[in-house]
C-alpha cells in the first residue's frame, strides 16, 4: 500500500496496533512517507528500533502512542497498565527521536468490558501525566473503534478507529499465511 501511495504529500499516515519488524526495514528505506503517529508502541525493544530508525531518515521525531492493554486479554498486544508510566518515561529519556503523544488501548470485541477498559486506559493518563509532568490535555487517548466510538469520545477519546464504519468490515477470509 505505501509503495502505491509514495507520491501522496497531503496524506498523512498512522499506524496502529501490532508492530511486525518488517515495518521498521519499510521505515527505514523511506518507503511509509508522511508517517505522523505509530500507535502500537508497547515494549523497550519496539522504541529503540523506531528510535532508530527515524534516526537513519533524518527527519522530524515521530509521534508515538503506548499501547496498554487494558482488558487483559492474552490475544492482545499492549504492555500491562501497571508498566505503562515505566514505557513513557524509556520513550521520553532514552528515545530523542521520538515523542510521547499519548496512550491507546484495543477493547475487547464484544464490547462488554468497553467502559472499565477506557476508564482503565483514562487512569494511565493520570499516572503518566503526573510522573512526565505533562497536562492530560498534551496526552490524547486513541481508544474506541466502529463499534464504541460514541462512548469513547464521551469518554475522553481524542482519537478513534473507524475503519469498518467507513470501509465495511474486515474480510478475513482473504488474510494470507505467513
Same mark, same amino acid.
Given at each position: 500500500?505505501?509503495?502505491?501511495?509514495?507520491?501522496?504529500?497531503?496524506? @498523512?499516515?498512522?499506524?496502529?496496533?501490532?508492530? =511486525?519488524? #518488517?515495518?521498521? %526495514?519499510?521505515? /527505514?528505506?523511506? $518507503?511509509? &512517507?508522511?508517517?505522523?503517529?505509530?500507535?502500537?508502541?508497547?515494549?523497550?525493544?519496539?522504541?529503540?528500533?523506531?528510535?532508530? @530508525?527515524?534516526?537513519?531518515?533524518?527527519?522530524? =521525531?515521530? #509521534?508515538?502512542? %503506548?499501547?496498554? /492493554?487494558?482488558? $487483559?486479554? &492474552?490475544?492482545?498486544?499492549?504492555?500491562?497498565?501497571?508498566?505503562?508510566?515505566?514505557?513513557?518515561?524509556?520513550?521520553?529519556?532514552?528515545?530523542?527521536?521520538?515523542?510521547?503523544?499519548?496512550?491507546?488501548?484495543?477493547?475487547?470485541?464484544?464490547?462488554?468490558?468497553? &467502559?472499565?477498559?477506557?476508564?482503565?486506559?483514562?487512569?494511565?493518563?493520570?499516572?503518566?501525566?503526573?510522573?512526565?509532568?505533562?497536562?492530560?490535555?498534551?496526552?490524547?487517548?486513541?481508544?474506541?473503534?466502529?463499534?464504541?466510538?460514541?462512548?469513547?469520545?464521551?469518554?475522553?477519546?481524542?482519537?478513534?478507529?473507524?475503519?469498518?464504519?467507513?470501509?465495511?468490515?474486515?474480510?478475513?477470509?482473504?488474510?494470507?499465511?505467513?
Amino acid at each position: 500500500m505505501f509503495r502505491k501511495m509514495k507520491n501522496r504529500s497531503n496524506i @498523512a499516515y498512522q499506524y496502529n496496533s501490532f508492530f =511486525p519488524f #518488517k515495518f521498521v %526495514v519499510s521505515l /527505514n528505506a523511506g $518507503g511509509v &512517507p508522511n508517517l505522523a503517529f505509530f500507535q502500537g508502541v508497547d515494549n523497550e525493544k519496539i522504541a529503540n528500533h523506531l528510535d532508530r @530508525a527515524v534516526l537513519s531518515l533524518e527527519r522530524n =521525531p515521530l #509521534k508515538i502512542f %503506548v499501547q496498554v /492493554n487494558t482488558s $487483559g486479554e &492474552p490475544s492482545k498486544s499492549g504492555i500491562d497498565p501497571s508498566g505503562c508510566v515505566r514505557l513513557a518515561e524509556h520513550v521520553k529519556l532514552h528515545c530523542p527521536h521520538l515523542e510521547f503523544s499519548g496512550l491507546m488501548t484495543i477493547g475487547m470485541p464484544d464490547y462488554t468490558s468497553t &467502559p472499565e477498559n477506557f476508564r482503565t486506559l483514562s487512569k494511565c493518563r493520570v499516572e503518566v501525566c503526573k510522573a512526565l509532568g505533562m497536562t492530560e490535555d498534551q496526552c490524547e487517548l486513541s481508544m474506541g473503534m466502529s463499534g464504541d466510538f460514541e462512548q469513547a469520545i464521551e469518554m475522553g477519546s481524542t482519537n478513534v478507529r473507524i475503519g469498518s464504519t467507513i470501509f465495511g468490515p474486515r474480510d478475513y477470509s482473504k488474510k494470507q499465511p505467513n
